[in-house]
């Protein structure tokens, strides 16, 4: 008998990372693969080197991850989950260190600037890095002491670093939201709590086209949770929208409100249909 081929799930970032925490909780089946950049993920998928993309896209405290929204388009692949993931900042050093030896933390900016309190009450040094799980590999490298980084409790297991501190993000709420993609969508399901349905659409250059886009979604009763603009093709007249609503594009509410948008838009193309995560409403 053949054996059962290894299905994978592609995350940005090194092991460790936030993202490789996210494939763990909600794809715990799936063997987790690291990829340097969101369009190495995006590659991964397409090329089937992995099954499915674990995509971080904003976070409680730190906002929406840059340059996201602008790659989903262009992507190829299609939104078929969401996951909420805890992000607790741990601060680790060699084995062997105490929290008052180290002098200097490194990790990405967005979680330098999560734990800002923690950073200034110890009098420590930053050092901005590349990647968080990166940052704890380097501090493993160097052994030093004075050295800390700023990463997930899965990161401090791999390169095998003592944590010295747990929990120090500012926000005990602190969150980051991912969206899971997929090469093949899914509109098969019907979630316990509700849909959502991902899309993007650019307007039409005529008066007051986004106040008359959105009216269908108030008119038909539609929730919208998101709206988000960014420039495309670098030019400030060319803005793009991308939008989340509750609801499947099948409920008829929701083909009134889309037949409605696409009088006021040049382009609309759905992005995603999944159900709502439980952790969406704690």
């Known amino acids: 008998m053949a054996a059962t081929e290894t299905r994978r799930i592609a995350f940005q970032g090194d092991p460790g990372a936030y993202g490789h925490q996210a494939c763990a909780e909600a794809r715990p089946d799936l063997e987790a693969l ?23 896209v904003e976070n409680t405290t730190y906002g929406r991850v840059a340059d996201v929204h602008q790659l989903l388009p262009e992507s190829g692949l299609h939104v078929v989950d969401e996951a909420f993931v805890r992000v607790r900042i741990n601060l680790m050093a060699p084995r062997g260190a105490s929290l008052a030896d180290v002098r200097r933390v490194r990790a990405m900016g967005i979680l330098l600037g999560q734990a800002r309190g923690f950073i200034h009450d110890h009098g420590l040094e930053t050092l901005n890095w590349s990647d968080n799980a990166a940052a704890a590999r380097e501090v493993a490298r160097l052994n030093d002491p004075t050295e800390g980084a700023l990463a997930s409790e899965i990161a401090a297991r791999i390169y095998g670093l003592d944590i010295l501190a747990r929990d120090i993000e500012d926000n005990d709420s602190n969150t980051t939201r991912f969206l899971i993609m997929a090469r093949d969508a899914d509109l098969s399901r019907r979630g316990d709590l509700g849909m959502i349905t991902s899309f993007v659409f650019r307007v039409r250059n005529i008066p007051a086209a986004l106040y008359k886009a959105m009216g269908g979604f108030a008119t038909n009763g539609v929730n919208m949770t998101k709206l988000e603009s960014y420039m495309v093709g670098g030019a400030f007249t060319a803005t793009q929208f991308y939008a989340e609503v509750e609801g499947h594009p099948n409920d008829r509410n929701l083909q009134l409100a889309f037949a409605e948008l696409g009088y006021f838009t040049d382009s609309l193309k759905v992005m995603g249909v999944y159900p709502q995560a439980r952790k969406r409403h704690v």
């Open 34 to 56: 690291p990829c340097a950049t969101f369009e190495e993920v995006f590659a991964a998928v397409r090329d089937g080197a992995a099954d499915l993309g674990m995509i971080a």
